[in-house]
């Protein structure tokens, strides 16, 4: 069964350093999401990606972070000066075309920033 | 009202047994609702999708109340492995994001 997959699993970083989070979403999928979930809280929309633009954001995806489909299977995301409540887990979910909110997740990497 | 609202729990309940959790939305204009499954530290994972008044897969049954804006998720006959996070979460409207509950905690005790 395809399955989207993340890298790396874990990351630990110091504050004010650049992060590169990577993910391959389900090949034939269209759509492109990045969640982050604080440990112990609920799941955060970041940001949905189509046709190689930002189809959609929310207040938490500040200029601090970026993403990108450098190629026709990784999606990034990059956070360029870390803070320590950036510390979370993130994940990477893709859909079809079909349901727009069917979402498949990845396994997550989880984010330390000390 | 908050987006999605949902008992934390936990909820506590011996194998066999029949639990169900509820959901309420905020927004009036969403159309379908999902619940996900989250394991300690997992990825969520789609459970089932809701998009008319109900929807019933082996012993997992949601159902959809418009009127009272809730999503209830019932489960018979609970297994060992059922013990997860089950979380709701509701497109807003149009658009893909999704809005996700804080999650209840289900344990099923042997």
Not at chain 1, 83 to 105: I, R, V, W
């Amino acid at each position: 069964e395809p399955e989207v997959t993340q890298t790396p699993s874990h990351q630990v970083t110091q504050m004010g350093q650049e992060v590169i989070l990577r993910c391959v979403p389900i090949s034939n999928h269209l759509y492109f999401y990045w969640y982050r979930q604080i440990l112990g809280q609920k799941v955060e929309f970041l940001v949905s990606f189509y046709n190689n633009e930002i189809s959609e954001k929310s207040e938490i995806f500040d200029d601090q972070f970026s993403v990108e489909r450098p190629d026709g299977s990784n999606f990034t995301l990059k956070i360029r000066s870390t803070k320590l409540e950036d510390s979370a887990m993130y994940f990477c979910a893709s859909t079809g075309d079909g349901s727009a909110y069917e979402q498949y997740f990845g396994p997550g990497t989880r984010l330390t920033v000390t | 009202r908050k987006e999605v609202e949902q008992d934390p729990g936990p909820f506590n309940v011996p194998e066999g047994a029949t639990v169900a959790f509820n959901c309420t939305y905020s927004n009036s204009a969403s159309q379908s609702f999902f619940w996900y499954r989250q394991d300690c530290r997992k990825e969520p994972k789609l459970l089932m999708s809701v998009y008319s008044s109900g929807n019933e897969d082996g012993r997992f049954t949601a159902q959809l109340n418009r009127a009272s804006q809730y999503i209830s998720l019932l489960i018979r006959d609970s297994k060992l492995s059922d013990s997860a996070t089950y979380l709701c979460v509701v497109p807003p409207g149009n658009n893909r994001k999704l809005i996700w509950g804080l999650g209840t905690s289900l344990a099923v005790n042997p």
